[in-house]
């Protein structure tokens, strides 16, 4: 069963009454924007201009799921090409380029009682966050569930190309310079290997419900 923080996220927002966004969709969004302009990952130049000028809007998308429209477009659809997947992790790396995406998404966060997912929301985006969850698991489960995933969209990609795929970005985004993934020091890290999603979601729905009854 998958146990991946959208589908954790997903479930726990609709448990408390919140709404859900998962971060690596602004990225994603981005991306594509950035891909469809034509511009290289490596013109950073062009990219951080490209990020200041974006318009974000969020809105409501499946369920309790906040979903992101790019200059008023809805690229959803389009966020797990593999050429989106290639270069999400190298212009998400860019200090520029994150702090527009950070500001958005700390705009959002003020405007919704939100569960919002993603690499860095504890450490930098929202360090004053009621309940800060780290989730880890091994690479192998991660790409298990990644195949699974696109395979089900009908990719027929083979699994050593998601992993090897997986390894990459997992380099890239925890030695990038900006931002690298890593918990909080005040998270609390649920290792998700073999445990079923309903049972990562209801610790934490108990650990949401103690704050609660703390403040
Ligand atoms: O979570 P997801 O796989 O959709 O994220 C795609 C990419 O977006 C990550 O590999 C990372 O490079 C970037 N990202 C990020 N910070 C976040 C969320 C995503 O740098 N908070």
């Not at 990038?176 to 993934?181: D, E, H, K």
Request: proline share 2%.
């Amino acid at each position: 069963m998958a146990v991946g923080k959208s589908s954790v996220g997903l479930l726990l927002a609709e448990r408390l009454s919140f709404q859900f966004f998962d971060t690596g969709v602004i990225y994603r969004t981005f991306t594509w924007k950035a891909l469809d302009a034509g511009l290289s990952t490596s013109d950073s130049a062009a990219l951080i201009q490209l990020a200041r000028r974006t318009e974000f809007r969020f809105v409501p998308g499946s369920g309790s799921r906040l979903t992101v429209l790019i200059d008023g477009e809805d690229v959803s659809r389009q966020l797990s090409a593999q050429q989106v997947e290639r270069s999400v992790a190298l212009i998400a790396k860019i200090p520029e380029v994150r702090e527009c995406m950070v500001a958005e998404q700390r705009r959002m966060a003020m405007d919704h009682r939100l569960v919002m997912a993603g690499r860095d929301i504890g450490t930098v985006v929202l360090p004053w966050a009621d309940l800060k969850v780290f989730l880890t698991a091994t690479v192998q489960e991660r790409a298990r569930r990644r195949h699974a995933e696109l395979v089900q969209r009908g990719a027929g990609i083979p699994f050593e190309t998601v992993l090897a795929e997986l390894e990459q970005r997992d380099h890239n985004d925890i030695t990038r310079a900006v931002s690298p993934l890593k918990a909080a020091a005040d998270a609390i890290v649920i290792d998700t290997d073999g445990l079923s999603l309903g049972a990562v979601v209801d610790r934490i729905f108990a650990l949401a419900q103690s704050r609660r009854q703390d403040c």
